[in-house]
């Protein structure tokens, strides 16, 4: 039975928050023009103040409001606006293509679009003759330099909210009772996927879906507060809303800011908690050993050992087995590891993370430093989470058990099924998708995973990422690409072999740690480009990946490779905004190199895979083996 939820709609939310905390700074964020910060009561009056203005422009229940921005306050000034007007939220990544933004604002009918500054409405203004039911857009800046002739179309949410009068209790309370009245059950927000393999599609969630996951996610903590929280995930995902709407039920400030800023963040907030994908964690990892690799020979040399001691305290305590070191000898270890490398990352102590496969390797080690990571899985059509592991009763390498009132199985092909209140309403206006995603009443998950005796869910592949090799042998691609990944020599592997006769790969090389090896095995090279060029380097890189593949069938090794240069992973037509990889994309943009890798047999893998110049002089080497 589902049990009683406190909160059912998110405007419930919005006015527990109000009635329960008080902050001076509740939201804050380092803009182009200096610090923004928003007390409890200014953010309460915008939220007001842009709530009334949407429905006095003629807006009504059940219309879809697009919000386009980055992470910052007014982001969630413009959610919360829209859903006490008790309209939908269409949120849009700030890094899309303009064919992309289109394509959402077509799809899904908004009225108004929300958006940050000026680069968005130079993307939006010249769409506008194509989108006629886009009637207005609010700019969160001033607006700035605007032509004259689009002045109509515009409005500053700063002007909104200040020429909006303070509002007084009998005002707020008829705002709380028409707002409160919404049903749980209707559509608080479309969420358009990433669309890895077609166009996006829109994932209608409802209030009931949202409070529901959320409260259920809180169960699993075992802290009810912190003093600081970090927003830098893209809250167009709905993960980083998810773990938000935590922060305001819990009454924890929010500062905001890009992933890509994130050392400067952490001095400058100090934030205890927040959300991650499993690189920022890999980096942090990588950051380290960059950093025990510049030490003297005798300190690097005790620091190793000291966090192997802490690793395998680490793994024994996973397992629930005591450790050979006495309590107080862990103490210590742990304590000098921490006390040089926590520093530099403010006060942070909890890292939820999700959105991919984390490498248990990399879980050990930032736990053996004095982290904690709670590990969590699901997808938009789920609210996003489905499982969640509990604070003190992680299981290393799992996702956690199915929240309470989840389900979950495994189907015969080895595929994760789940249904509760946590599934989405469907697709929007796009019934036959709907009725695809699910069988028998159970949503497909197009993941495969297995659960073990005590339920916790482990996620062993992508179903609709099996590549298909010529042979009729199929090959798991991501499973393949995470045991790539696992070298420090390599940031991204996207493998390939759908329809060829073996599987090849496009590699993106950690450039510094690269050119480190290769100054300590005495290879000569002048910059990056020089050092791709070499041979004695692809020698390094093809047997990173006979190591890291070792475990893998021959047929499903990668037998040939070629770089791909870092700026592929800024592309948007490659890699979504949640850093999926669009493999129908890749493989038509860089057919010629892929080409190459399945020339003659004696022909070896290019040296560097160019999507502008397919052209170029390629120095060659050889392949992985046979």
Known sequence: MEQHNPIPTLNHLFFHHLDAFRHDQLLVWQGPRGMVAYSSDRFAHAVFALRNYLLSCGLVEGDRVAVFSENRPEWHIAEFAILLARQIVVPVYATLAPNQVQYLLENSGCRVAIISGERQWAMIAPMLPSLPHLELIIVMDDCGDVDAGKASTLASLPRIVSDALALDQAAIQSIRAQALSADPQSVATIVYTSGTTAKPKGVMLSHRNITFDLERCLDRLGFRTTPQALSVLP???????????????????????DPHDLKDLLKLHRPVVMGCVPRVLEKIHETVEAQVELMPGWRRALVRRLFQSALEDERRISEGQATDRSPLFARVTRWLLARRIRRQFGGLHYFICGGAWLDPAIETFTRSIGFVVLQGYGMTETSPVITFNELGREKLGSVGPALDGVEVRINEQGEIMTRGPHVMLGY?????????????????????????????????GRGKELLALSNGKKVCGPLLEQAIESSSLIQRAFVIGERRKFTSALIVPHLGNLARMARERGIRFHGGEDLLHSGAVWELVRQEIEARQAQFSNYERVKRFCFLGEEALLDPEVVTPTQKMRRDVLERKYAASIAQMYGPEDLPAIARASAVSQAQDAHVSRGTGG
């Not at 167009?236 to 800011?257: D, K, N, Q, T």
């Not at 796009?430 to 659960?451: M, Q």
């Open 235 to 257: 809250l167009p995902h709905v993960f980083e809303r998810l773990l938000c709407y935590g922060y305001f039920r819990m009454g924890v400030p929010i500062a905001y800011g």
């Open 428 to 460: 929007y206006n796009n019934p036959e998708a709907t009725r695809a995603a699910f069988r028998d009443g159970w949503l497909l998950t197009g993941d495969l995973g297995s659960l073990d005796e005590e339920g916790f869910l482990g996620i062993t």
